[in-house]
């Protein structure tokens, strides 16, 4: 067995029961094709794969992997429903709400169903049994089958809802075991974010060599690292150097773990939604370095990785 053949083996094994989480500091700089891709490029390697698209405010993983989808699932949080016959204004739920979704005025409480978090405390604290538990729709949940059997999940948030968090904790919360487990994180550094990559192995940062690009890569870097979670970064639509780029990278010990080129073919197979893999497959050596490279920093904090 080569040593390049070996090493992969190895990072496949490493990656088993691992959740991988792709992020960027801005959006649109090609996250959801590289973990797409990343995905379909394990699944034809025999791993069993699991893609969750985090994304909820705007999950366009299904576009490529084209899930079948068997179930679909309302999602929804809890919301205090309140007997203004029973209340007696004594403000105490109001006063001990943190988010400030309740107003007491004389005769009546308010509440602010978008500012609601779903803690249910008001619901334990009122003297006077006035509140009780309800629910609010915000979003579905769609599971399905993808091509090359990968177990597909997403979750997609109702227009204008607030509350991204709950709802992908709801798609984290169908993780099937003994897979390898992609997740496509939104863009930003805004706590869906900070929800998303809370448990991830190892977050695998997607920027581009531009000056926005490196700037908001600044910023996720910050909050992964404050995480303390390992970070490779892939640098997408590379064209010629650009310095500034790579003396940060250097600076901060962060390994690039792929690199794509600026491609338009590339450009043109991901406006139709074709898998950049099967449409162009002269990149398959590309993924299979980020496999093995993801193989080796899951290695280096989980010591599975021979090297
Ligand atoms: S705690 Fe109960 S009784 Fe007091 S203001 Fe709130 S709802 Fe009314
Ligand atoms: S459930 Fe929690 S967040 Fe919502 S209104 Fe009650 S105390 Fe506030």
Not at 20 to 46: H, P, R
Request: negative net charge; charged residues 20%; proline residues 7%.
């Amino acid at each position: 067995m080569s040593e390049v053949q070996y090493i992969y083996d190895k990072g496949l094994k490493a990656m088993e029961d691992m959740n991988i989480a792709f992020a960027s500091g801005k959006g649109g700089t090609g996250k959801t094709t590289i973990a797409v891709n990343l995905a379909y490029f394990l699944a034809c390697s025999k791993q069993k794969v699991q893609y969750l698209d985090c994304d909820v405010e705007e999950p366009n993983g299904h576009i490529f992997l084209k899930p079948t989808i068997d179930k679909s699932t309302p999602a929804k949080v809890m919301v205090p429903v309140i007997d203004q016959d029973k209340c007696t204004s004594c403000g105490e739920c109001s006063s001990h709400c943190q988010f400030n979704a309740l107003v007491t005025l004389p005769g009546n409480v308010l509440l602010f169903p978008e500012l609601c978090h779903g803690c249910g405390l008001c619901v334990y604290i009122c003297p006077e049994k006035a509140i009780r538990d309800g629910d609010r729709g915000i979003g579905l949940i769609e599971k399905g089958i993808a091509t090359q059997d990968i177990d597909f999940i997403h979750g997609i948030l109702n227009v204008g809802e607030p509350m991204a968090g709950p709802l992908i904790q709801e798609v984290k919360h169908h993780y099937k075991e003994h897979h390898v487990r992609i997740i496509d994180a939104p863009p930003g550094t805004s706590c869906p974010v900070v929800k998303t990559i809370s448990d991830a192995d190892v977050v695998v940062m997607v920027t581009e060599p531009t000056p926005f690009g490196l700037h908001d890569l600044k910023i996720a870097v910050s909050v992964a690292k404050n995480m303390e979670k390992p970070i490779g970064i892939v640098i997408n639509r590379q064209n010629g150097e650009f310095p500034p780029l790579e003396t940060y990278l250097l600076k901060n010990d962060l390994p690039v773990i792929m690199v794509l080129p600026e491609d338009r073919e590339i450009a043109r197979h991901y406006s139709m939604g074709d898998i950049l893999l099967q449409a162009l497959p002269l990149y398959i050596d590309r993924f299979m370095e980020l496999a093995v490279n993801i193989g080796r920093l899951l290695g280096k904090t989980k010591t599975q990785v021979a090297r």
